[in-house]
């Protein structure tokens, strides 16, 4: 079963829209951590965010935005004002504490913001 | 600043030959891994390491081996490439998850190399 579900295989949005990226995960462990990751067209993944599962406050850093929330087991990502170099497809991530540092990927979400 | 260092970027193989991937971090790291990339599925799990001389395997190991004689350096590889290797690998290295550490710091990726096996 797949542990991260990113329904979104891929979105297009006009500069300057709002745009959530969608991230349900499925674990039975208390401790787990959760991340995002932006692969830009250069292919190198990098890191946004992480949280743990027993910070559910929502993040804000600048035009990014994380909305985490157990009851419903997702960890959803806002653009707001979407810009061009945002575009890139977007991997959600979850780390379980008892395997250690493996990560669980989703399929990815391939955003495309249109100027 | 801190680096995940793919040997290749682009490399072109032909089917039968045996093929290195070479990773190598200077973060002084405990974890490396092996990923592969393809549309639609996302990242897999080939094989990871926890320190030198370890490996385990992922979720995709068949067809594929690993070496880590050093604990900066993570090689990839494949046996007898075949066209179905023909994917994106890409390493990435991590903390280890130790007693009183706050938590999992995540991955530092590299560039990936993009294989293909004609």
């Known amino acids: 079963a797949q542990k991260v579900t990113q329904a979104q295989t891929e979105i297009s949005v006009v500069e300057k829209e709002d745009v959530t990226l969608d991230c349900v995960y499925e674990?039975?462990?208390?401790?787990?951590?959760l991340f995002w990751y932006k692969q830009p067209p250069s292919g190198e993944l990098v890191f946004l965010i992480r949280?743990?599962?027993?910070?559910?406050q929502n993040e804000i850093s600048g035009r990014y935005s994380w909305n985490f929330q157990k009851s419903t087991s997702s960890f959803n990502f806002t653009i707001t004002a979407s810009q061009v170099v945002d575009s890139a497809v977007y991997f959600c991530a979850l780390s379980e504490s008892g395997t250690g540092n493996q990560f669980y990927f989703g399929t990815g979400t391939s955003l495309t913001v249109i100027p | 600043d801190v680096k995940v260092t793919q040997s290749s970027r682009y490399l072109v193989k032909r089917t039968g030959e045996k093929v290195f991937l070479e990773c190598v971090q200077d973060m002084d790291h405990e974890n490396m891994f092996w990923y592969r990339q393809d549309p639609g599925l996302g990242l897999r799990l080939i094989y990871f390491s926890y320190d030198v001389k370890m490996k385990e395997k992922g979720d995709i190991p068949e067809g594929y081996s690993v070496s880590r004689e050093k604990k900066e350096r993570f090689s990839l590889i494949l046996e007898s490439a075949s066209t179905n290797q023909t994917s994106m690998y890409l390493c990435a290295s991590s903390l280890s998850l130790t007693l009183g550490t706050a938590g999992n710091y995540g991955y530092t990726f590299g560039s990936g190399t993009r294989l293909t096996v004609v």
């Open positions: 949280r743990n599962s027993f910070d559910e």
């Open positions: 674990t039975r462990d208390t401790t787990y951590y």
